[in-house]
Nanobody
Framework: QVQLVESGGGLVQPGGSLRLSCAAS????????MGWYRQAPGKQRELVAR???????NYADSVKGRFTISRDIAKNTVYLQMNSLKPEDTAVYYC?????????WGQGTQVTVSS
């Protein structure tokens, strides 16, 4: 099993940047996939970005070129660098870890993009 703790959310103006962090309670190299999802009010949770244990990444079309997922294995932490933020990026962002028997979620961190 694994515990995930997100941080780094907040209020930012359109065009601004934020970096989210997800600290895991175990060696992230042993986790199949880790990712960031988001859920806006009244909408379904959606994948934002994912990174595999091998380091491959994939992104939702809506964030390609603006967001970057990365990891620091020594710190057991996955990051989401978000640039050129738009109001439609406003949501609760969740960290996710996929293990063979189940998927784990963090508690979420609010990101609000507004002037």
């Amino acid at each position: 099993q694994v515990q995930l703790v997100e941080s780094g959310g907040g209020l930012v103006q359109p065009g601004g940047s934020l970096r989210l962090s997800c600290a895991a309670s175990r060696n992230i190299f042993t986790i199949n996939n880790m990712g960031w999802y988001r859920q806006a009010p009244g909408k379904q949770r959606e994948l934002v970005a994912r990174i595999t244990s091998g380091g491959s990444t994939n992104y939702a079309d809506s964030v390609k070129g603006r967001f970057t997922i990365s990891r620091d294995i020594a710190k057991n932490t996955v990051y989401l660098q978000m640039n050129s933020l738009k109001p439609e990026d406003t949501a609760v962002y969740y960290c996710n870890a996929e293990l063979p028997l189940r998927t784990y979620w963090g508690q979420g961190t609010q990101v609000t993009v507004s002037s």
